[in-house]
């Protein structure tokens, strides 16, 4: 009966205000994707990040979401004449430097409050700029304006947050979950780290997938002559299970 309800209340929108008054998720074409150069590009089934969508970076603590975001900034600041980062305050940006970025494209909004920072996305987004990073809470009232926004300009939105409440969840078009799996460690100097990024929700195509990855942090103290900084992708071992006979009597 709902459904029925439903087909019936869209017919009448589309009689009274015309056939383009609703359109269809389905029915709409797929975003272009920005060729971000990273494995989160064969994730999102358009060969990159979508462009006019929140993309999410989640997971816990040292799980390599804000390397990437880094590094996917540095890449920005090169392809987009404008990337902006907004942020609560202490974001220092030489954490670029390693990922070697064009500081004069690179613009840090400090949002002292949330309700700051989620005016400052949605004009920048209405605004058209090429590449924006979110590393503040933005309240729920401005995720819609910061979508259709970043909609109507084509704004790569990445959103790099623990644990997305469930407006924010709802509102992103693609969502990667990163687990840290291990260390590395060379020589005794903790230089990386290992991790999983899981695609958990894909609006923009079909299907989910997993990918892992290898994180060498930039070192402060270039102790390793031989440590490049950097992200690649390790191929998925996986196992086969061998069929064994039952101990059931």
Same mark, same amino acid.
């Given at each position: 009966?709902?459904?029925?309800?439903l087909?019936?209340?869209?017919?009448?929108?589309r009689?009274?205000?015309?056939?383009?008054?609703?359109?269809?998720?389905t =029915?709409?074409?797929?975003?272009?994707?920005?060729?971000?150069?990273?494995?989160?590009?064969?994730?999102?089934?358009?060969?990159?990040?979508?462009?006019?969508?929140?993309?999410?970076?989640?997971?816990?603590?040292?799980?390599?979401?804000l390397?990437?975001?880094?590094? %996917?900034?540095a890449?920005?600041?090169?392809?987009?004449?404008?990337?902006?980062?907004?942020?609560?305050?202490?974001?220092?940006?030489?954490?670029?430097?390693?990922?070697?970025? =064009?500081?004069?494209?690179?613009?840090?909004?400090?949002?002292?409050?949330?309700?700051?920072?989620?005016?400052?996305?949605?004009?920048?987004?209405?605004?058209?700029?090429?590449f924006?990073?979110?590393?503040?809470?933005?309240? =729920?009232?401005?995720?819609?304006p910061?979508?259709?926004?970043?909609?109507?300009?084509?704004?790569?939105?990445?959103?790099?947050?623990?644990a997305?409440?469930?407006? %924010?969840?709802?509102?992103?078009?693609?969502?990667?979950?990163?687990?840290?799996?291990?260390?590395?460690? =060379?020589?005794?100097q903790?230089?990386?780290?290992?991790?999983?990024?899981?695609?958990?929700?894909?609006?923009?195509a079909?299907?989910?997938?997993?990918?892992?990855?290898?994180?060498?942090y930039?070192?402060?103290?270039?102790a390793?002559?031989?440590?490049?900084?950097?992200?690649?992708?390790?191929?998925?071992?996986?196992?086969?299970?061998?069929?064994?006979e039952?101990?059931?009597?």
């Amino acid at each position: 009966m709902q459904e029925i309800a439903l087909e019936s209340a869209i017919s009448s929108i589309r009689v009274r205000f015309g056939s383009q008054a609703l359109t269809r998720a389905t =029915e709409l074409p797929p975003p272009q994707p920005w060729t971000s150069g990273s494995p989160l590009d064969q994730l999102t089934g358009i060969g990159g990040l979508p462009k006019g969508r929140l993309a999410l970076f989640t997971g816990s603590g040292t799980c390599g979401k804000l390397t990437l975001a880094l590094a %996917l900034t540095a890449r920005a600041t090169h392809e987009f004449a404008h990337a902006v980062v907004i942020e609560r305050g202490g974001f220092d940006p030489h954490m670029l430097l390693p990922f070697s970025p =064009e500081l004069g494209a690179l613009t840090i909004v400090r949002a002292p409050a949330p309700e700051v920072a989620g005016e400052a996305a949605a004009m920048l987004a209405r605004a058209g700029a090429g590449f924006l990073l979110l590393m503040s809470d933005v309240p =729920e009232h401005w995720l819609g304006p910061i979508e259709s926004g970043a909609n109507r300009s084509g704004t790569v939105v990445i959103d790099v947050v623990d644990a997305p409440d469930r407006a %924010l969840a709802h509102a992103s078009s693609f969502s990667v979950a990163f687990a840290r799996t291990g260390w590395i460690r =060379e020589r005794g100097q903790l230089v990386g780290l290992r991790a999983t990024a899981r695609c958990v929700k894909n609006r923009v195509a079909p299907p989910l997938a997993e990918t892992e990855l290898t994180i060498r942090y930039p070192l402060a103290a270039q102790a390793l002559r031989d440590h490049v900084a950097g992200i690649t992708e390790e191929p998925i071992h996986v196992e086969e299970l061998v069929r064994r006979e039952s101990a059931a009597v």
